[in-house]
Structure formats: C-alpha cells, structure tokens
C-alpha cells in the first residue's frame, strides 16, 4: 500500500511552459514534504521542501504547493528547461526527514 | 570529498547466487539507508541503520541483510538471490536535519 501517491507518471512539456507534478499522503503524522529530482545514471537530490507550516515555498523557478485539508503537495516548474527532464520523486516523513515514504515517481520530458 | 560511494555500479547474478553491496561515505553521517528503486514505485526502504553497530528493518526487508560494522560503511547482502530482487540499489546517508544524500545506485540483475 503506497502511503504517497503521485501523478502523472510522465509528462510531456514544451520548452517555457508550467510542469506541475501532485501528490497525496495519507498519513497525518506526515510534517515534512521534500522533492528530489534525479538524473539518468544518477542517484536522486534534494531540490526543495516544505513543512505544513506555510502553504506555499518557491526556489527560483520551482514552487511547492501545499494544502493540509485536502493532504495534497504539488511541485511547479516555471519557464520549464530542456535541463529540467528528469524523474522528480515526491516524499513524506514524519521526522526531521530521517524516514522518507517516496511516490512513484514521474518521468518528466521538456521538448525544445 | 567523494559524498556517498557505492560498489559495484553493475552486477548480473544467476538465481541462488549470493553477494554483498558496498556504501561507503566520508561525511560522518550517522544515519544510512539501503533503497530499491523499481519502475513506478519510487524507491522503497530495504534496512537502515542509525548508528555504527545497529541495523532495522525498512518497509521491503526480506531476503536481505545489512551490516553496519564501520560508521562510514553500510553493506547490504542477497544471501540467495532471486529474480524478483532485480532492481537498481541505492544508498542514502544523512546527518541531523539535513536532507538524505544519495549514492549513484547499483544496478543489479538476476537472472
């Protein structure tokens, strides 16, 4: 039973465009939402994460957006890059980050 | 400062055959973590360990063992291994409230 669900598993985007990945946890103990990015060939790598203190956190282009109510997260990519295609990897943890429950996963491709 | 290291990178195993994966890291970390990322499940935690000399089970431990002798290494052993423990093999550490740091995997396949 997958405790982080996340949708789509991949995505198609046009060089300039909006990439927006969801995910939804069903654990309330949940109170830390990373997102890691990884590479062919490569290990994955903290791009941002949020507590469910603040509804929104933006890094440059890359936003996390959160709504405790629904136990929803979705991670946007702005200005969307050829260099952005990667599998992002949703997770959850109930503490500091020592245990993360990971989605599935979503293989994103950002088109010239 | 070579981060998180694993060994082999690749590997092909005939069924009932055993090995042992090594993680090694350089940054002190206390925690480590053994992964096993299959296509549309993310990765899922085999064993991990939150010190020299202690081990737990993660959410998919059977038909694996790990031992943590060493802080900087963590070593994860298919004692028979079996098709379905096709995967590729990743190694994680972390220290305090900074985030996991993960090794480049090890791709394993048995046939």
């Known amino acids: 039973q997958q405790q982080v669900k996340q949708s789509p598993q991949s995505l198609i985007v046009q060089k300039g465009g909006i990439s927006i990945i969801n995910c939804a946890y069903e654990?309330?103990?949940?109170?830390?939402f990373p997102w890691y990015q990884q590479f062919p060939g490569k290990g994955p790598a903290l791009l941002i994460a949020?507590?469910?203190?603040?509804s929104e956190k933006k890094e440059g282009r890359f936003t996390i957006s959160f709504n405790k109510s629904a136990k929803q997260f979705s991670l946007h990519i702005m200005d969307s890059q050829p260099g952005d295609s990667a599998t992002y990897f949703c997770?959850?943890?109930?503490?500091?980050?020592?245990?993360?429950?990971f989605g599935g996963g979503t293989r994103l491709m950002v088109k010239p | 400062n070579a981060g998180v290291t694993q060994t082999p990178k690749f590997r092909v195993l005939k069924t009932g055959q055993s090995m042992t994966l090594l993680c090694a890291q350089d940054?002190?970390?206390?925690?480590m973590y053994w992964y096993r990322q299959d296509p549309g499940m993310g990765l899922r935690l085999i064993h991990y360990?939150?010190?020299?000399?202690?081990?737990a089970k993660g959410e998919v431990p059977d038909g694996y063992n790990v031992s943590r002798l060493k802080k900087q290494n963590f070593l994860l052993g298919l004692e028979s291994a079996a098709p379905s423990q096709t995967s590729v093999y990743f190694c994680?550490?972390?220290?305090?409230?900074?985030?996991?740091?993960f090794g480049d995997g090890t791709r394993l396949s048995i046939l």
């Open positions: 997770a959850a943890s109930d503490n500091a980050g020592n245990m993360l429950t």
């Open positions: 940054m002190n970390h206390e925690y």
């Open positions: 994680a550490s972390k220290q305090g409230n900074q985030p996991q740091h």
């Open positions: 949020i507590r469910p203190d603040v």
């Open positions: 654990n309330t103990a949940f109170d830390y």
């Open positions: 360990s939150v010190g020299e000399g202690t081990t």
